[in-house]
Every structure is written in C-alpha cells, then in structure tokens.
C-alpha cells in the first residue's frame, strides 16, 4: 500500500509540473503576440503623424507637400522623437529607417524575445497619397538596429 501511495505522489508531481509549463508556454506567446499587435499600432500612430507633417506647410515646421531635402531627424522633431532618427517607444523601438521623395519607411522592435527573436514591424507610407502599409515579421532580434 505505501508503494501505490508513493506512486501517486509522483504521478501527481508530474502532472502538475507539466501543466504547469504548459501554463508558461501559454503565457508567453500571449505576451509575444500583445508586443506585436503594440508595436504595430505605435507605427501607425507615427505614420499618422508623419502624413501630418508632409502636409503641413513649410512656414508652420512642416514638408510642405515635399520630401526632396527632409532628413529623418527633421521627421523626428516633428514627431515628437526630439529630432533623432530614432526613439524607445512603450512597446519597444523605432527608427525612421528610410526617406525617399516617395516614400518614408518606420521599422519598430518589440521587447518582447521569443526563440531568439523580437516581434518587427515595417510601416511604409507612400506620397503623395499618404497610404500607410504595415508588414510584421518575427526577425527582429535581440540587439535592435
């Protein structure tokens, strides 16, 4: 009789050491996924804030309806990054990765690690029209840019 005890007892040690690694492995996908759909939604709310800026006119800080000599940094004083190029954000980091007479690309990095890697987000918006595109991928990293 001692040895079935016994053998529940550690039955019972295992069944609750699986579920509760399960319960972890859970959680942290939930995490992951909540960095990710964060992320997305601060690069649109930046892109939202640089179609602002392309169409406020020159006298009032902004392009002016025109990205020939803009520069990252001038995007970023606009917006609030304190005229860097790049910014920690409460999800994770961005950086105005790209500015063409077209186009300008925002890449942001969440902090959250999953297998080696962080959530990425790349948000384009295209002139004149102001179309934003968004584009999630899991190759972030852990370093950032």
């Known amino acids: 009789m001692g040895t079935q005890q016994i053998l529940l007892i550690v039955l019972s040690v295992i069944i609750v050491g699986a579920a509760i690694a399960v319960g972890i492995q859970m959680f942290n996908a939930q995490s992951y996924s909540a960095n990710k759909a964060a992320i997305a ?33 001038k995007i970023g004083s606009f ?14 980091r961005y950086k105005i990765s790209d500015v063409t007479a077209t ?8 902090t959250e690690v999953k297998n080696g890697y962080s959530p990425k987000i790349v948000t384009t918006i295209s002139f004149p029209e102001g179309i934003i595109t968004a584009v999630p991928s899991d190759d972030g990293g852990t370093t950032g840019f």
């Open 41 to 73: 939604a601060e690069a649109q709310s930046y892109a939202s804030q640089i179609v602002q800026y392309y169409k406020t006119p020159e006298s009032q800080g902004g392009a002016g309806g025109d990205l020939t000599s803009v520069t990252p940094d």
């Open 79 to 92: 917006i609030g990054w304190g005229g860097a190029e790049n910014t920690d954000g409460d999800s994770g």
């Open 103 to 110: 186009e300008v690309e925002i890449t942001g990095i969440g």
